[in-house]
């Protein structure tokens, strides 16, 4: 059973650009959240999803940043007209009804 | 809302020695517990956690945690550590929400162990 995956593992942009970020889930998991660890700081919650649904996004920056997880198909981040401060490592998790959250390797985005 | 306070950003130690790292939360309703620990440049991995029972939980590779509810703390220990062990470590609890356990991490403690 393989693990949560994250591709790219590395994104360089420059501002202005589009960032897309991709989750896929462990095998039988249907949630999904995402989290944003900013350098020298723990992990801050951004958005839950579940199939089709966007459960929490009390997290999730207003402008600029949505999420995604269709029925088929991997969990997307997308970060629009990215700016400095959006470099970061993002971090996916994904997990059953209420049970443990496994991380996946995260995607380390470097806006130039 | 809940927060997590992990006091020490960089505790080093030499090897086979013990450790503490130290835990403490705020919630205002009942609490999961979670350590993870993350390796240069990797994801985090589940170390151990805390849902209900026994207050002490154990992992596989010798480290142990105490849900301490009076001091609200759920310190991480280890009685000798390994080079192997050198890595961030990160608290996290998540509320018992039904059907939504987004977690709240401190800001993580780096371990450093000197041979």
């Given at each position: 059973n393989a693990g949560v995956m994250q591709?790219?593992?590395?994104?360089?942009?420059?501002?202005?650009?589009?960032?897309?970020?991709?989750?896929?889930?462990?095998?039988?998991?249907?949630?999904?959240?995402?989290?944003?660890?900013?350098?020298?700081?723990?992990?801050?919650?951004?958005?839950?999803?579940?199939?089709?649904?966007?459960?929490?996004?009390?997290?999730?920056?207003?402008?600029?940043?949505?999420?995604?997880?269709?029925?088929?198909?991997?969990?997307?981040?997308?970060?629009?007209?990215?700016?400095?401060?959006?470099?970061?490592?993002?971090?996916?998790?994904?997990?059953?009804?209420?049970?443990?959250?496994?991380?996946?390797?995260?995607?380390?985005?470097?806006?130039? | 809302a809940q927060s997590v306070t992990q006091l020490d950003s960089q505790v080093p130690v030499?090897?086979?020695?013990?450790?503490?790292?130290r835990c403490n939360y705020s919630s205002s309703v009942s609490v999961y517990l979670f350590w993870y620990v993350q390796y240069p440049n990797q994801g985090l991995q589940l170390l151990l956690k805390y849902l209900s029972g026994s207050t002490l939980v154990e992992s596989i590779n010798g480290f142990e945690a105490e849900f301490n509810k009076s001091q609200t703390s759920f310190h991480l220990r280890k009685p000798s550590v390994h080079i192997s062990d050198t890595a961030e470590y990160f608290c996290a609890v998540s509320e018992y929400s039904f059907g939504n356990e987004k977690l709240t991490f401190g800001t993580g403690t780096r371990l450093t162990i000197i041979p």
């Open positions: 591709n790219p593992r590395h994104l360089v942009r420059r501002r202005g650009q589009e960032a897309r970020l991709r989750c896929s889930p462990m095998k039988g998991h249907s949630h999904v959240y995402w989290y944003r660890q900013l350098p020298e700081e723990g992990l801050k919650f951004m958005v839950y999803l579940q199939k089709e649904n966007i459960i929490d996004e009390s997290g999730m920056p207003k402008e600029r940043f949505s999420a995604e997880f269709p029925k088929e198909g991997p969990s997307i981040l997308r970060i629009q007209q990215v700016v400095r401060g959006d470099s970061a490592a993002y971090f996916c998790a994904s997990s059953t009804y209420t049970d443990t959250q496994y991380f996946g390797p995260g995607t380390r985005l470097t806006v130039l | 030499f090897e086979e020695a013990p450790v503490e790292l």
